[in-house]
């Protein structure tokens, strides 16, 4: 893995003439060490590369990050699921930033589709986390407005920490006593059947919550951003063509002008591109 993004005209420099800065010298915009090298990179290095914004002089608020993937001609899925549209460097990426977060935040759909587990606890990150304040593993928080889960599968009965289940105040009661005997904390983020995201945020956060990812599927994330409360997206480009009528990574309403966001860095590992950009 190499950084493409930002570059600076040292690096570029050294780049093109095969060599390496001194040892010690101060290479602007690499925060990590060594990171211009196509090489395979630390946790560690993948840790800084993707850290949460520090909090700001009011203290911590909600940011919420969404991590998805791509095809070249636009496909977020193949065949219904996105591994196959993935790669080694991506799932590595893909853990670091479940390892960054307090809650990974996710919709019913992709939770059926992509048999979502519980959460591990990493060990390479055990000491990053405790330092953050932040349990062994981050919480799954599931954006549901009928409940049609299944609550005996692991991510309700075995999670190292309760899974949480956002829904509207207008949600069945007998499915939120279901979801509440499998052992999971409902969170009302809505006043009708539905979720608000932007009361889903807020919800979250007052849960202690402010690390937010977000893992889709497409029509969440579309709901996210035309509520605009997507702080961040971190967009993996797989070199793939599918065709096909597959997914975009967001759906649903359109916004009435579209939201800019800046590149704040770019990765690439064997034609795959790692973007992160944040709100402008």
Known sequence: MRRLFPVTDETAAHATAGTRPAPGAQVPGAEVPGAHED??????ELAAAYAYPEPGTEGAGPWLRANMVSTLDGAAQHDGRSQPISS???MR???TLRALADVVVVGAETVRREGYRPARAREDFTALRESAGQGPAPAIAVVTASLDLDFSLP???SPLVPTLVLTGAAAPPERVAAAERAGARVL???DGAGVDPARAVRALADAGHTRLLTEGGPRLLGQMVAADVLDELCLTVSPMLTAGDA???AGGPTVAVPHRFTLS???EEDGFLFSRYRRA
Do not use: K, M, S
Request: aromatic share 12%.
């Open 247 to 249: 997914q975009r990574i």
């Open 93 to 95: 990426i893909f853990g």
């Open 155 to 157: 991510l309700f009965t």
């Open 88 to 90: 080694a460097a991506d």
């Open 265 to 267: 860095c770019l990765l």
């Open 188 to 190: 009302t983020a809505g």
């Open 39 to 44: 090489r395979e990179w630390t946790l560690a």
